[in-house]
């Protein structure tokens, strides 16, 4: 009877544990962060990114980042904290796409 006293206290606590955590993952928002990075990385590379553009795109990934540890603060990422995230990364994505695929101006 106290050993199975034990496994339930212990299971009670990794459960709470374990969705305590699961509030302030955020899995997705650090993956298109990650994809991002290397979307920037590779028009820097290619050179389909000018010097200016690159470092403005780098800006708006470190007030992203910056975002999501202030969402993260407080323990728990709502959902109005996720979709605030998703939106400030859709727009981020926007904007590498159009750097990326703007026309060089040679003059």
């Known amino acids: 009877m106290k050993i199975m006293?034990?496994?339930l206290l212990v299971s009670c606590l990794v459960s709470v544990?374990?969705?305590a955590q699961a509030q302030t993952r955020?899995?997705?928002a650090n993956a298109r962060q990650a994809t991002q990075?290397?979307?920037?990385?590779?028009?820097?590379?290619?050179?389909e990114l000018t010097q200016g553009e690159t470092r403005a795109l780098r800006a708006e990934q470190r007030h992203i980042r910056r975002s999501e540890r202030r969402a993260k603060?407080?323990?728990e990422?709502?959902?109005a904290e996720r979709r605030r995230l998703e939106r400030k990364q859709d727009r981020a994505s926007r904007h590498i796409r159009r750097a990326?695929?703007?026309p060089i101006d040679n003059n």
């Not at 990075?37 to 050179?47: D, F, N, P, V």
Request: net charge positive.
């Open 5 to 7: 006293k034990r496994i």
């Open 17 to 19: 544990a374990w969705l």
């Open 26 to 28: 955020t899995p997705r």
């Open 37 to 47: 990075q290397a979307r920037i990385q590779e028009g820097k590379q290619s050179g």
């Open 73 to 75: 603060a407080d323990g």
């Open 77 to 79: 990422v709502t959902m």
């Open 100 to 102: 990326k695929n703007n």
